[in-house]
């Protein structure tokens, strides 16, 4: 009875804990992935996202080719095609690494409780985060709500386990299982094509994600400490899609660090593992509070005074016409590239929320249409942590000064001139609001919610 290994947001083959457990299991595999946007709960993908999943599948289609084993390519409810799937092939075993938001906990749950009627062993593995969100608690056995003691309880338990090997053989299921062809999905944008300049600045997949790796451990960790929040430097590592697609698994970036900086720490690696502990908390405050990405984490920021939806002004920010260099600088990139450096996603989001007062759901919602790391947890923990709404949040009245903030960390202003054609023309826009207003608003709004939890 062949093992069905289910792909889910882990598109790779080493260190891929429920493809290692089919492979030890002895019968034939049959790779699955399920393009769901159908089962209750479950948030469609945005468009950056959708080139990424195109591209990252072929590469996985290629890769598991290279071995003999098709990949299986469905659309539609995960439940229906999963159980459908086990039984027209007799599956003896049903494999995959577990996800984090409530809908595919739910959708997984239903699919566990269905298989073993037909003898047909469902098992889930660790395989996206170095730390169950459940097994790290406080001393009271509570979530944590702060991310210093969060990490430090991570990094006092067990040590992440070594990553499993990458496949040098694998047996295929000799029968035909139904499959939907990749390209008539149309994933990929057309009519009209905005994808070249993700295209230009990245490149999806497994080999590609070890090679930033590599290339990041050998010429960046050292600076990124001192380097990492100066857009124009381009030192951080760049492999957050690669990671929220599972290219690559936190574990094999948490060893291969400690390897490459073994005997001298430094502040770079240190620095490095502390920024994936913010991916580990970001799961862990999903996983506690199911609906981050449309609910405040704080209750009490539900009483927040927002503006009325100025659709004019939320516009000038998502296509980086605000005035304001360094905002604009950062929307243009994400538009143009997928991505954006993470001071200034810090910025733009502050910007938004706080000069704007604008609710940050808009910002969520743009953010995870336009990056290529749109990530279920991390975009929303991040902007929950800009606006003040959300767990271990910066102080809301710490409103940037996005001016002051170009000066610090552009100083050269490289970062901007590489990302506003016009800039230093008349051609560039004037502010759309006075800095110093806006901020005495924001203070003010702030002021009705202040005391609330
Ligand atoms: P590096 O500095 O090289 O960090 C290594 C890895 O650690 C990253 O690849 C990422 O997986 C993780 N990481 C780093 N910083 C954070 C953080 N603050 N929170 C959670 N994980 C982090 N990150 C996403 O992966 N997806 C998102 O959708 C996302 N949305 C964001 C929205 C806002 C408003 C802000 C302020 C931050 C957001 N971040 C998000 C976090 C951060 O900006 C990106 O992870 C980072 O810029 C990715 O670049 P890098 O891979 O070069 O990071």
Redesign the pocket.
């Known amino acids: 009875a062949p093992s069905i290994v289910w792909f889910r947001d882990d598109l790779r083959l080493a260190d891929h804990p429920a493809l290692h457990h089919a492979i030890t299991r002895g019968a034939p595999v049959v790779a699955v992935f399920v393009l769901d946007e159908e089962s209750p709960g479950i948030r469609p993908l945005g468009g950056a996202s959708l080139w990424w999943l195109h591209n990252s599948l072929r590469s996985l289609t290629a890769s598991l080719g290279d071995l003999g084993v098709p990949l299986v390519l469905r659309r539609g409810p995960a439940e229906s095609i999963i159980t459908e799937i086990a039984a027209s092939t007799r599956a003896g075993a049903v494999y995959w690494n577990r996800r984090y938001g409530q809908a595919e906990r739910d959708v997984d749950t239903r699919i566990k409780a269905t298989l073993p009627g037909s003898d047909c062993d469902a098992q889930s593995f660790a395989g996206s985060l170095l730390f169950e969100p459940w097994t790290i608690t406080t001393g009271q056995g509570n979530p944590y709500s702060v991310f210093t003691p969060f990490w430090r309880a991570c990094n006092a338990a067990p040590l992440p386990r070594n990553p499993y090997p990458a496949p040098t053989a694998i047996v295929p299921w000799p029968g035909q299982v139904a499959t939907d062809d990749l390209d008539d999905w149309g994933l990929e944008p057309h009519s009209p094509d905005w994808a070249d300049g993700l295209r230009a600045a990245w490149q999806p997949g497994e080999a590609p994600a070890h090679k930033r790796l590599h290339d990041f451990l050998s010429d960046s960790l050292g600076s990124y400490a001192e380097q990492?929040d100066l857009p124009a430097e381009n030192v951080?590592?760049?492999?957050?899609p690669h990671?929220?697609w599972g290219e690559i698994s936190p574990y094999q970036v948490w060893h291969a660090t400690r390897e490459a900086t073994a005997g001298s720490p430094g502040k770079g690696p240190v620095r490095?593992l502390t920024?994936?502990g913010?991916?580990e908390f970001?799961y862990h405050v999903l996983f506690h509070a199911p609906h981050l990405a449309t609910e405040n984490w704080r209750p009490g920021f539900d009483a927040f005074p927002w503006h009325p939806l100025d659709e004019t002004a939320l516009e000038a920010w998502q296509r980086g016409r605000t005035g304001f260099p360094l905002v604009d600088a950062g929307m243009r990139e994400l538009w143009r590239t997928g991505t954006m450096?993470?001071r200034v996603?810090?910025v733009t989001?502050s910007f938004l929320t706080k000069n704007l007062l604008i609710d940050w759901r808009e910002g969520e919602r743009w953010?995870w249409d336009t990056?290529v790391?749109?990530?279920p947890a991390?975009?929303p923990?991040?902007?929950q942590w800009?606006a003040g709404s959300g767990a271990d949040a910066a102080p809301y009245f710490r409103v940037f000064n996005p001016q002051l903030q170009f000066a610090k960390f552009d100083p050269n202003e490289t970062y901007v001139r590489a990302n506003i054609d016009e800039w230093g023309t008349d051609a560039y826009p004037a502010p759309i609001v006075d800095l110093a207003d806006s901020r005495r608003a924001a203070l003010a709004a702030y002021e009705q919610v202040k005391g609330a939890k």
């Open positions: 990492r951080t590592s760049r492999l957050s990671l929220r490095f920024e994936l913010w991916r970001s450096h993470n996603r810090m989001a953010f990056l790391d749109a990530d991390s975009n923990a991040s902007w800009v």
